[in-house]
Nanobody, 119 residues
Framework: QVQLVESGGGLVQPGGSLRLSCAAS????????MGWYRQAPGKQRELVAA???????NYADSVKGRFTISTDNAKNTMYLQMNSLKPEDTAVYYC?????????????WGQGTQVTVSS
């Protein structure tokens, strides 16, 4: 089991920045992959950024060059630094963790944090 708690969402003007945090209840070293997803009203949940095996990083094309995913292993925390925010980045952002034990993979989700980009 992994409990995930997101924080850092809020209201920001276009062009602004926010940093999201995701605190995990266990060591990140024990987690195979972590990522950030988002879901806008009326749309499907989509991958924003993910990190696996400690160093493999993927970004959605829409956020490349603007968002940066990182982890602080000492704090068991994952971050998403979001710069140059656009109105289309408005969504609920969810933290996800994938734990693999043998041949079994389990995914865990945080409760989500709202990000609103508006003037």
């Amino acid at each position: 089991q992994v409990q995930l708690v997101e924080s850092g969402g809020g209201l920001v003007q276009p062009g602004g920045s926010l940093r999201l945090s995701c605190a995990a209840s266990r060591s990140i070293f024990s987690i195979y992959a972590m990522g950030w997803y988002r879901q806008a009203p009326g749309k499907q949940r989509e991958l924003v950024a993910a990190i696996s095996s400690g160093s493999n990083i993927n970004y959605a094309d829409s956020v490349k060059g603007r968002f940066t995913i990182s982890t602080d292993n000492a704090k068991n925390t994952m971050y998403l630094q979001m710069n140059s925010l656009k109105p289309e980045d408005t969504a609920v952002y969810y933290c996800n963790a994938e734990v693999v034990v043998g041949a079994v993979s389990q995914r865990f989700w945080g409760q989500g944090t709202q990000v609103t980009v508006s003037s």
